[in-house]
């Protein structure tokens, strides 16, 4: 297939509307296009179509059963996508729509298989995008649309690692510059009675919890789902967001990592202004600086495998505010490795 790569500005501020329109009619004749968002770039598809939203998990090579996000412009389309709209769901979407929060809510029948993969609930978010929400408005339809990059690597920021993915495999990719928030929605559902994050992302469980009081959090976000569990997110169960070297993260100071890493041929993925103390080392943004971090995250991850880089020993980030969406990610790109390093002896210098 011919991948059509196109600009979707004219200048900073100001949306190419042929591009726009272009998207629009590739879209309503049941293809897909990927598109920008402010979390990462998605691979869209009309989520009313069943046989367009196949072509998204052939483009990919998602599993069957991985759900779909639908996104939408305009609170009201929600009626029609789910069986009731709970007070709770108002309260967040006057928070924090239009932004990266996706909810989980029970479907309604104009939802196929396809879209929720067999569940009874469906995930729907309304980006913050400019190019996302004109394109949306311009098919006059709700999408379905997940990451647009290969299935198990890492989500694309920027038009070039979707191409790099995906090109051969989807029609048009319209280039909006790069993402914002660098990781994907926060998921929370609102399907069971105490509303539960499924994926932590840009909408921090903090700011949930100012709006909604009690908000737990699911066990698969920090732990590794043993055997036998069902993913209550079924895109939480996957090996994820992996780059080909082998990650493990190390916990601990900056002194007790540098006294860990001893190998000096293997890559670090270390934290902004931390780069000189290691020969092979990748940032990606500021010691406790969440927002930062998610947003250079995957970038850092597939220039890790650009360089070369076989075996990498990654900085640990807080897990608070948008640094447990980083946590979340970092912990898969790493297959769950994670060492604790020990504090060295008081006086031991480092390299
Ligand atoms: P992606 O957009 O590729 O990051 O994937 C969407 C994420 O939302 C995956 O982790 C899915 O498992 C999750 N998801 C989508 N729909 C549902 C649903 N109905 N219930 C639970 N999780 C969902
Ligand atoms: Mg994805």
Redesign the pocket.
Known sequence: MHTEMLSAWTGEHELKTAAIERAAELLRAGETVAIPTET?Y?LAANAFDETAVAKIFAAKG?PQD????VHIAAFETLGELVTEVPQGAKRLADAFWPGPL?M?LP?SGKISHAV??G?S???VRMPKHPVARAVIEAAGLPLA???ANLSGSP?PTNAKYVWDDLHGRVPLILDGGSAQVGV??T?I?LADVVPRV??PGGVTVEQLREVLGEVEVDDAVLHQLKAGVR??????KYKHYAPRAEITIVEGTLAAFCAYVQDKDAFVLCFSGEENLFAHAVAYGKAHDGEAQAARLFDALRELDEQGAKTVYARCPDKTGVGLAVYNRLIRAAAFRLVRAPQPAEGTRQS
């Open positions: 990462v998605g998602r991985n759900p779909l996000i996706t989980i479907k929720s993969a569940l609930t469906v995930a649309a997940p990451s989500s994907e929605s998921v559902t499924l994926r993913a209550a997110s079924p895109g939480m």
